[in-house]
């Protein structure tokens, strides 16, 4: 069972360093909520369902996207129905109107939550999280808690098989757990009590095991991977930055966009 | 020289009355091979966790009596200092496993990476450690997707590439088959032939007694007998103390079949031989 949610590949997108990527998606999440100007927005997205188009992604990003649809549908019908800068119909079917201001007004915040998706998509679907993890700790990040968010990911899979484990166990002392949903609610409970020891169990284990690795000592490591950020990175960091700097200046500064 | 000293070591868990260790003392040189053996909650895991100072230091409870382990008396450093001199291996071998590393190789690194040890050294120490294992063709699989015997294997690389003067091992075969039994008992007597000392807290009194130079029997946290495995096994009263005995042991004494000095067989060839002999 696969928890993370990142595709393996190898392409120029994959090979950027975790902290570059973070840096592009942070940009466009911040770019889409400061820039109001729909072109812009659809600027924005277009960029980061390239960025996914080029790491091979956008086939695991498309029913995260299809999930969104409701979403943006709402505010489309909201936002056209009630938006108080209503003035112009656009449709109409009989005492209900969907006005052109909310549509558009519609229309934005729609851009702007699949800009919020996308971008996000590009930490979660391209980026090892362990990758991830180890570039914060490089910088600074406490490496318990580094560790804590790499081992969750790797971890939780093992609870999962460990249920299965004591279900089967059960199972095969005569436990029902199939049939009615009432029969299955049942037999969640005789599980509980198993699985949160045997997690107990594993989890002081496993700080015994980290302990005589000499993680307790809370200094500053050492890694054995060098980091490699590959220069067209730098690049996109600061074109990244760059375009942050002028769209904040475009909107507050000359009230453009 | 004695690479570890415990003295009236008394150690008692944090809400319980009974000592869990009762005035154990002994010593052991380096290079030793010592099995540590004795019935269930005799203190056998409780002794490997004093080894390494996780008691006090993790568990906490009431401590006293000393342990002094490659010059370093457990008290007065911390579990992560101890630990470069003495490595401890637990019974399961997956929960031993970090999790925070996606290849065998970078398991091994991870012990290194927080010990600080510098970047150049790393490829050394981790190509040794697989190789002294056996592990070097698994270096670039998933740590998870490995057998038990191989895991556990993994465990004493990873513990192994810290150096350590000494390992111990808390009954590192029980969750394993036989073939992966056999694995990690090569695993060590390759590591005894490089010259650190092991302590092993072993059932298996059979393979033990294969290859251990001392035994250190343990009752109810009290050291029982702590002698050379022929001469341990020939004392009569191991059972009342609820010590195991290797099969052939008991076998021979109930057929009066003994070596010339005395003592009993210790495997089952040269029980074979003096049978074959003795009905000649």
């Avoid at chain 1, 679907?125 to 914060?136: F, M």
């Avoid at chain 2, 470069?84 to 970090?98: A, E, S």
């Avoid at chain 2, 120490?125 to 294992?133: E, K, M, P």
Wanted: net charge neutral.
């Amino acid at each position: 069972m696969r928890l993370s949610l990142y595709v393996e590949g190898d392409g120029w997108v994959h090979r950027l360093d975790p902290l570059t990527k973070v840096i592009i998606a942070v940009s466009a999440i911040a770019l889409t909520f400061i820039l109001t100007n729909l072109v812009a927005n659809g600027a924005i997205l277009f960029v980061s369902l390239a960025l996914l188009t080029a790491a091979g992604a956008l086939r695991r990003a498309l029913p995260v996207f299809a999930g969104a649809l409701l979403l943006a549908l709402t505010f489309f019908i909201i936002q056209g129905l009630v938006y108080p800068g209503n003035r112009t119909v656009a449709v109409a079917a009989g005492p209900v109107a969907l006005y052109r201001e909310g549509l558009l007004v519609g229309l934005h915040l729609a851009l702007r939550l699949y800009n919020i998706l996308s971008a996000t998509l590009i930490i979660v679907l391209v980026t090892h999280p362990t990758h991830l993890v180890e570039a914060l700790v490089r910088r600074g990040l406490s490496p318990r808690f580094g560790y804590v968010l790499m081992a969750v990911l790797q971890i939780i899979p093992t609870m999962a098989d460990q249920t299965k484990a004591i279900m089967d166990a059960q199972r095969s002392r005569g436990m029902e757990t199939e049939g009615k949903l009432w029969t299955r609610i049942k037999a969640f409970i005789p599980l509980m009590g198993p699985l949160v020891t045997s997690s107990l169990i594993s989890t002081e284990e496993r700080a015994l095991a980290l302990e005589v690795r000499g993680f307790g000592d809370n200094a500053r490591p050492t890694f054995l991977r060098e980091e490699h950020i590959p220069g067209y990175g730098i690049v996109l960091r600061w074109i990244a930055l760059a375009a942050l700097v002028s769209g904040i200046v475009m909107r507050w500064g000359f009230g453009w966009l | 020289m004695a690479v570890i000293e415990v003295s009236e070591l008394r150690y008692r868990y944090p809400n319980t009355e009974k000592l869990a260790l009762d005035h154990i003392s002994f010593s052991v040189e380096k290079g030793e091979l010592v099995g540590i053996v004795g019935s269930n909650l005799s203190g056998k895991s409780t002794l490997c966790a004093a080894m390494v100072g996780l008691v006090p230091h993790f568990y906490k409870g009431a401590f006293g009596g000393s342990v002094t382990v490659s010059g370093m008396n457990v008290r007065e450093h911390s579990v992560g200092e101890v630990s470069r001199k003495v490595g401890l291996v637990f019974q399961n071998p997956f929960t031993q496993i970090t999790g925070a590393k996606l290849t065998v190789y970078e398991e091994v690194a991870f012990g290194l990476e927080h010990a600080g040890v510098p970047r150049e050294e790393m490829p050394r120490r981790i190509d040794r450690a697989l190789s002294t294992l056996g592990l070097a063709d698994l270096a670039e699989r998933s740590p998870f997707a490995v057998s038990g015997g191989q895991m556990q294997r993994l465990a004493i690389a990873s513990v192994l590439a810290m150096e350590p003067e000494i390992l111990v091992l808390d009954e590192p075969t029980s969750q394993l088959d036989p073939a992966g039994t056999s694995e990690v008992f090569r695993a060590i007597l390759t590591l005894r032939s490089e010259g650190i000392t092991v302590l092993i807290a072993e059932h298996k009194v059979e393979r033990l007694a294969e290859v251990a130079d001392r035994m250190l029997a343990i009752e109810k946290g009290r050291v029982v007998a702590f002698d050379a495995p022929a001469r341990l096994f020939n004392r009569a009263d191991l059972a009342e103390h609820g010590i195991a005995i290797p099969s052939v042991v008991s076998v021979c004494r109930s057929l009066g079949v003994s070596k010339e000095d005395g003592s009993l067989p210790l495997s089952v060839s040269d029980a074979a031989k003096l049978l074959e002999s003795a009905h000649a």
